[in-house]
């Protein structure tokens, strides 16, 4: 069974500053996707940036971007010039791309962004 | 455009009680799937429904049921209600089923089981 782990429950970034929020997963899998999604109070489940497993070269958008290490099976999301609407839960989630599958969430990193 | 909608968005019932929560997925898209978030952790995938069938079901007892209608909109049924089922229930929805598809969620239900 695949599984995401989070192991950072909590961080804090100075406004303006660049964070990095790491995740690792476990899959037999060759073929899946990767998703960061953020959770403001609002609730709203927010996709921030995905990642097909079958490429090399790490997504970006704006000021979100990862680094995936597919033979390390992690999947870490960088977060640049922080700004206060960035606070959130994030969750790393996985995705089969093979199966009509479920989305497996880890247990998400809260943030805190410092003014 | 509007987005994914649930209601209500709050409910509070008592041990025992059954419950219906409600969503309209984004216009055109025909599949609906639905998860819970209890406090602190991250979202447990429930069912997923496409074109009205049940594709998916995750490890959750028989208390839990839904069904999705020719508009794709969707129930969740949750019957004998149990203190541990108070959580947010989230619904997702998306155009198919690839798993590259984006998945778009509402704002969820909010249950609290007293």
């Known amino acids: 069974a695949q599984t995401v782990t989070q192991s950072q429950p909590e961080m804090s970034v100075q406004e303006a500053e660049t964070v990095t929020l790491s995740c690792t997963y476990d899959t037999s899998e060759s073929d899946y996707y990767l998703f960061w999604y953020k959770q403001p109070p609002s609730r709203q489940m927010i996709l921030v940036i995905r990642?097909?497993?079958?490429?090399?070269q790490n997504a970006t958008e704006n000021r979100f971007s990862v680094n995936f290490q597919k033979a390390a099976k992690s999947f870490s999301l960088k977060i640049s010039d922080s700004q206060l609407g960035d606070a959130a839960m994030y969750f790393c989630a996985y995705r089969s791309a093979l199966r009509d599958d479920k989305i497996i969430f880890g247990k998400g990193t809260r943030l805190h962004i410092l003014p | 455009d509007a987005g994914v909608t649930q209601s209500p968005t709050h409910l509070i019932k008592t041990r025992g009680q059954q419950v219906t929560l409600r969503c309209s997925p984004i216009?055109?898209?025909?599949?609906v799937s639905w998860y819970q978030q209890v406090l602190g952790q991250g979202p447990q995938f429930i069912f997923q429904y496409y074109e009205k069938e049940e594709r998916g079901r995750g490890n959750f007892p028989d208390r839990f049921s839904a069904r999705q209608f020719p508009n794709y909109s969707s129930e969740l049924n949750v019957n004998a209600l149990l203190l541990g089922d108070s959580a947010l229930y989230l619904c997702a929805s998306s155009f198919g089923l690839a798993g590259g598809q984006p998945q778009h969620f509402g704002d969820g239900t909010r249950l609290s089981i007293l």
């Open positions: 990642q097909e497993a079958y490429k090399q």
């Open positions: 216009s055109g898209h025909k599949s």
